[in-house]
């Protein structure tokens, strides 16, 4: 038996639970993958640099305090 979030669980209960988080991650590619691809056929498309200095940039002061 293995302390598994607080309860134990033996070692097939822990593979399943391994193995369900790798399908989730899987899935979670794939969906991001397929958002590309749609942002791709849209014509929204960026250049690396830009993108990455986009994302990078300090978010503005919030005027709502």
Same mark, same amino acid.
């Given at each position: 038996?293995?302390?598994?979030?607080?309860?134990?669980?033996?070692?097939? *209960?822990?593979?399943?639970?391994?193995?369900?988080?790798?399908?989730?991650?899987?899935?979670?590619?794939?969906?991001?993958?397929? *958002?590309?691809?749609?942002?791709?056929?849209?014509? *929204?498309?960026?250049?690396?640099?830009?993108?990455?200095?986009?994302?990078? *940039?300090?978010?503005?002061?919030?005027?709502?305090?």
């Amino acid at each position: 038996m293995c302390v598994h979030q607080g309860g134990l669980a033996d070692s097939d *209960r822990l593979d399943y639970y391994d193995r369900l988080e790798r399908e989730r991650i899987h899935l979670l590619l794939i969906d991001d993958a397929k *958002r590309g691809l749609a942002d791709i056929t849209a014509g *929204r498309r960026f250049e690396a640099d830009a993108a990455l200095a986009q994302l990078q *940039r300090p978010l503005a002061p919030s005027t709502h305090e």
